[in-house]
Each structure stands twice: as structure tokens, then as C-alpha cells.
């Protein structure tokens, strides 16, 4: 069976972008003190966890048949 190589990528990103959103959330905010108070934790979680869903989703695009490329029914012609 044929697999689109975004799927497990996709897969990947999205968990470590949960990771690192959840990690943000409810980690020491203390440590922020360095980075200008910044959450650097959240909004690069976030970020991955975007682009993981975002090539995830591309990749069970690329695996649909493509039914727009099948011939349909032959079109019938009226009787005279």
C-alpha cells in the first residue's frame, strides 16, 4: 500500500506541538524572565502543532483517488 511521506511527518510535528503548547501552558512561567517574559514554549508549540495539522491534512489529500481524472458514464444520445 502506498503512503504519503507528510502523514508520519505531519503525525510528528502535531505531538511535539501539543507537547510544547502544553508544556507552556502549564509550566513554571518563571522561566520566561530570560526571553523578555515571551512563552516561547507556546507559540513555537503552536506554530508545529499548525504546520503538523497542515501536513497531515495534505497528505490524506494526496492519498483520496482522484476521481476527477476517471471517465463517467458514456453520455447517452437521444433518439431521433
Keep these: 500500500m502506498w503512503m504519503d511521506i507528510r502523514l508520519p511527518i ?11 503548547v502544553a508544556y507552556g501552558l502549564i509550566g513554571d512561567h518563571s522561566i520566561y524572565r530570560q526571553s523578555l517574559g ?3 514554549n507556546l507559540i513555537w508549540g503552536a506554530g508545529l502543532l499548525v504546520f503538523g495539522l497542515g501536513m497531515f491534512l495534505l497528505g490524506k489529500r494526496g492519498m483520496r483517488p482522484d476521481t476527477q481524472n476517471e471517465p463517467g458514464p458514456a453520455a447517452s444520445s437521444p433518439d431521433r
Design 10 to 20: 505531519g503525525i510528528l510535528f502535531a505531538i511535539l506541538g501539543c507537547i510544547l
Design 38 to 40: 515571551i512563552n516561547i
